[in-house]
């Protein structure tokens, strides 16, 4: 076995320099890592390791608790095959608890064992078993509306900025890629400025191939501060539309889209969650349909629950049934049961719910015309109808059970805003007082505001939406937000503050556990 040698994370190579997917792979026999590393699904019940190779080849993962690797242990992992598109997963579980974890990933070529790359490093932190300061920041849309990396503003820099504050897992609310957004080289400004982008082949186009798919999320990590950042701050990825298509259901065609060969969105949908499912560290594996609901819990005081409002949704309409079922299905059943179930038995002080869409946000799914919805509301202040009845029926069994602090982190609108839902104000009453979050973009078009919708009693605590008349706001003019959460350990405070991609913060709020 050669020496081991521990490859930096500002080592791991500048926007300018990286090979772009489908070029000639460097003339080293040793297999590459061009994407780095990442961990992801973090919990009391273990970690995911992901990484990608550029060739058939074995992972090999060694972690430790300290950053010599002193003691560290070996573990083999998976084979990374073209099946796979070369990316490979193993999870970590048995961690000690409140300990930071630094690992290192190789592979070692099928065709040559001794042919090995280089190590390339990343770390996380395990979730306390006592109750610790918890933190962490969540958003959503990457390279949304044409904004793709500019090399010359030194790429996504807002990674770079939620990593400087060293939180303890990150939370992606949805829209990973925009696969119906292609990139051009230029994008004009309103002020005549030119926003350049960083280009590939499988970003000059909609998605509608597998390989296409993987494209769009190999185009992400090209950025240094994208990488840098999957490297030491763990991620909890949820889906959304622009995963696939824009508001899309199983059921969607494309008929009338002309950019579109295949017009079938269900067969869409199907190549856009297996990219999903490789290139994201997620706890479950390939096989089998993909549960993306799921519990996270980090020490005593905190729970976090993963939704899906992509897989089991009907077809977007009038939002208007009068009673639940298969056609006013957005969590399904079997979902809203899960989280039920997992919110009454968590005993941690705080339940926050991630959802990649706002509950009491009215969201159409054709903006321009104002007709069919595209998440909960349904644009009437009156009682539960269509979707709202889930949500309804949700907010019910909270309350009847007594689980307290429970509130939701979510995105999709493309602003920040902070909304508090009282039953004093709501055409639906029987519900407990709660606050929702809301973030983003990432890297995106900036837009807003979108109207509330009175059934569930929602109130502007804050927002910060474009000027009057604009519209598509570009990360040049501040489009771009980020939300960060902190637990303070001994007092059980919880501090949420919108950030710009700077880190300013444009608003912050205690929230006091009850």
Request: glycine share 10%.
């Amino acid at each position: 076995m050669p020496n081991l040698r521990r490859r930096t994370l500002l080592g791991a190579g500048a926007l300018t320099t990286l090979p772009l997917p489908g070029l000639a792979r460097p003339a080293d026999t040793r297999p590459q890592m061009l994407q780095g590393v990442q961990a992801g699904d973090i919990g009391s019940d273990g970690a995911t390791l992901w990484s990608r190779a550029d060739r058939p080849a074995r992972m090999i993962i060694e972690h430790a608790t300290t950053e010599s690797f002193a003691s560290a242990t070996r573990v083999q992992g998976p084979t990374a095959l073209e099946a796979t598109d070369y990316t490979s997963r193993l999870r970590l579980a048995g961690l000690p608890p409140g300990q930071t974890i630094f690992y290192r990933i190789a592979y070692a070529d099928l065709a040559n064992d001794a042919a090995i790359s280089e190590w390339v490093t990343g770390r996380f932190r395990t979730p306390p078993a006592t109750k610790g300061d918890v933190s962490f920041v969540w958003s959503a849309d990457t390279v949304g509306q044409g904004w793709g990396i500019n090399p010359a503003i030194g790429g996504m820099t807002i990674y770079e900025t939620m990593r400087s504050l060293a939180p303890d897992f990150f939370v992606h609310c949805g829209d990973t890629i925009y696969a119906d957004d292609p990139l051009l080289p230029e994008k004009k400004l309103p002020d005549g400025r030119v926003w350049k982008n960083l280009t590939t082949e499988s970003k000059s186009k909609i998605a509608e191939t597998l390989d296409e798919f993987r494209g769009n999320h190999l185009y992400n990590f090209l950025d240094a501060n994208l990488r840098r950042f999957n490297a030491e701050i763990p991620m909890i990825a949820l889906w959304d539309d622009h995963d696939v298509v824009d508001n899309w259901y199983r059921e969607k065609r494309l008929d009338e889209d002309v950019r579109y060969r295949e017009k079938d969105v269900g067969l869409l949908a199907r190549h856009a969650e297996r990219a999903f499912r490789e290139f994201m560290p997620l706890a479950d594996g390939l096989d089998g349909p993909m549960r993306l609901y799921r519990k996270f819990s980090f020490g005593p005081h905190l729970d976090l629950f993963r939704l899906d409002m992509r897989s089991f949704r009907a077809p977007n309409g009038a939002n208007r049934q009068e009673a639940t079922g298969p056609e006013a299905a957005f969590l399904g059943l079997e979902q809203v049961a899960w989280l039920k179930q997992a919110l009454k038995g968590s005993t941690a002080t705080w339940k926050i719910i991630a959802a990649d869409m706002p509950l009491g946000l009215v969201v159409y799914d054709d903006w321009r015309r104002k007709s069919g919805f595209e998440a909960v509301s349904n644009a009437d202040d009156g009682p539960p109808l269509g979707r709202e009845l889930e949500i309804a029926g949700l907010l019910a069994f909270i309350k009847r059970e007594g689980i307290r602090n429970v509130h939701w982190i979510t995105a999709d609108v493309h602003y920040p805003a902070t909304h508090r839902y009282d039953p004093a104000r709501a055409a639906f009453q029987d519900f407990t007082p709660f606050y929702e979050f809301v973030s983003g973009p990432l890297c995106a078009g900036g837009f807003g505001p979108n109207a509330l919708d009175g059934t569930f009693g929602p109130q502007v605590v804050f927002q910060k939406v474009p000027p009057p008349g604009r519209f598509d706001l570009s990360p040049l003019e501040g489009s771009c937000h980020f939300g960060h959460v902190k637990i303070d350990g001994k007092s059980g405070v919880m501090t949420v503050s919108h950030r710009d991609a700077g880190g300013a913060v444009i608003d912050t709020l205690d929230v006091m556990p009850s």
